[in-house]
């Protein structure tokens, strides 16, 4: 089991925008406009996981 940390829930916006938390700038640096992530789908899990991308491989 990987080791997760529940942050928070959010609604699928009408123009499908999906918000972050606050957390996510708090726990992991990103900075709005400038952090880039890789979105990746687990089709077993049903979940989909967003990683910060590595500096400079944008």
Same mark, same amino acid.
């Given at each position: 089991?990987? @080791? ?22 708090? @726990? ?5 406009? %400038? ?17 910060? %991308?590595?500096e400079? @491989?944008?």
């Amino acid at each position: 089991m990987q @080791n997760r940390i529940y942050l928070d829930s959010y609604v699928l916006q009408q123009d499908m925008r999906v918000r972050m938390p606050k957390a996510i700038l708090e @726990n992991i640096k990103a900075e709005k406009g %400038k952090t880039f992530f890789d979105i990746f789908y687990d089709s077993k899990a049903d979940e989909i996981i967003l990683k910060k %991308k590595k500096e400079g @491989n944008q």
